[in-house]
Nanobody, 126 residues
Framework: QVQLVESGGGLVQAGDSLRLSCAASGRTFSIYDMGWFRQVPGQEREFVAG????????YYADSVKGRFTISRDNAKNTVYLQMNSLKPEDTAVYYC???????????????????WGQGTQVTVSS
């Protein structure tokens, strides 16, 4: 069982930066692939970024590539999402997710993730 708690959301202006954090419970954090998703009311949950546990590779949605960076600190049981050059279309609830996949790629589908945080709101004004 893994519990995830996101933090760092807020209201910012276009062009600003935010860093989201996701703290995980448990002593086996390092074996989990981690992902960030986002959701706008009335729309499906959308993959944003993911990081693989075995080989450490990362993968990004095209919409955030070059602006967002996912990273993890296994000693702190925490995964981060650094978001730069924010745009109004980045406005959403951001969710942290974890899964044990034992693969060398990054899962991009919400159904591949087992554990989810409660979400943190990010609002970008124009």
């Amino acid at each position: 069982q893994v519990q995830l708690v996101e933090s760092g959301g807020g209201l910012v202006q276009a062009g600003d930066s935010l860093r989201l954090s996701c703290a995980a419970s448990g002593r086996t954090f390092s074996i989990y692939d981690m992902g960030w998703f986002r959701q706008v009311p009335g729309q499906e949950r959308e993959f944003v970024a993911g990081i693989n546990s075995r080989v450490g590779i990362t993968y990004y949605a095209d919409s955030v590539k070059g602006r967002f960076t996912i990273s993890r600190d296994n000693a702190k049981n925490t995964v981060y999402l650094q978001m730069n050059s924010l745009k109004p279309e980045d406005t959403a609830v951001y969710y942290c997710a974890a899964t044990f996949r034992y693969r060398n790629d990054v899962g991009v589908n919400a159904g591949e993730y087992t554990y989810w945080g409660q979400g943190t709101q990010v609002t970008v004004s124009s």
